[in-house]
């Protein structure tokens, strides 16, 4: 993880979890991570799988877009018409399923564009939570800017694209084709299409 605002609320995940796959989303005491709470995100997820929605959107996550993501689809996120399902709709959903499936995070490096052409890199954190009993219910997650541009805040991201991937307590995963891969922070990435997908640790 590059950001320390990912590295934060992964200590604070864990650390809640324990011995277990993921905490319950009841035990998320926002006083606790009230420092990361602009950069934070929780995920709805619906059953059956294909359907989340941002049921919360820190400050700073809204700012990126330039509106009130609360209520609307993950994956539009990718594709504003998340109607038509292409292949980024498609990548969010599979990583969507790894997380609540196998009950691991998830950390992506992203791009966002805006309709200027301009460019920004980005970290979104995925990690489980169980909500009562369930483990496919919420995800709580993060997404922070590598760099602040000047224009940030003045003109919004109108789309994301999937740089890397790398899942956190589980080896590589195959995805979908994606764009060229920056490069990552760590060493021996595996190549999947475009995509790098890099290993983690539980830590």
Known sequence: ?????????????????????????????????????????????????????????????????????????????????????????????????????????????????TAAGEGLDLELLLLPLRHRGRTHARMLGTLSPLTVPHWIGLRPLIRLETVSLRILGSGARPLPDAVPPAPANDAAPVRRGHLLVHRGGRA
Do not use: Q
């Open 1 to 113: 993880m590059k950001h320390p605002t990912s590295r934060a609320l992964h200590t604070y995940w864990n650390r809640l979890r324990g011995e277990r796959c993921a905490p319950e989303r009841s035990e998320i005491e926002p006083g606790e991570i009230r420092h990361l709470l602009a950069d934070s995100l929780i995920l709805e997820i619906g059953l059956p799988m294909r359907e989340a929605h941002l049921r919360l959107a820190g400050t700073r996550v809204c700012a990126l877009f330039g509106r009130e993501l609360r209520g609307l689809p993950f994956g539009g996120l990718w594709e504003p018409d998340a109607a038509l399902a292409g292949p980024a709709h498609a990548e969010s959903w599979r990583i969507l399923e790894i997380v609540a499936g196998e009950g691991v995070g998830a950390v992506m490096g992203l791009r966002g564009h």
